[in-house]
């Protein structure tokens, strides 16, 4: 399902991880080039993991040993490449959540992420 390193993901493990977006993951092995220390990054849903992981590059960070854990153990892990690869095909749905309303009928609701450095009050750094 999932392929070694520089292969790309096929239809179904990308589907796999679509239906997964809303598990939490926990991001590995990335480098803060600008601080040059490894960047602590907090638990996270699956979706914003991959957002983060796949558009870290352009803000700085180096995620050439990035890795997403998700899902049971045994399930394998999302590298930068897959990530990139991921955001590229499914972009903004990744960060839908389905939702039910009272009358049982379902709805999507968009949750963006911001990936960029903050400052202490939340805003975006220039």
Not at 96 to 125: F, I, M, Q
Request: proline share 3%.
């Amino acid at each position: 399902m999932f392929e070694t390193a520089g292969q790309t993901m096929d239809d179904e493990a990308m589907a796999s991880v679509l239906a997964a977006r809303d598990e939490d993951a926990q991001i590995l092995g990335v480098f803060d080039a600008a601080n040059k220390t490894d960047a602590a990054i907090d638990l996270r849903r699956l979706a914003e993991a991959i957002q983060f992981v796949g558009n870290a590059s352009i803000l700085g960070y180096d995620v050439r040993a990035a890795m997403v854990l998700y899902g049971k153990p045994g399930t394998p892990s999302l590298r930068a490449s897959d990530c990139e690869q991921l955001w590229a095909k499914y972009g903004e749905a990744l960060l839908r959540l389905e939702l039910t309303d009272p009358k049982g009928e379902r709805r999507l609701h968009s949750r963006a992420c911001s990936v960029g450095r903050h400052n202490n009050y939340g805003d975006p750094e220039l």
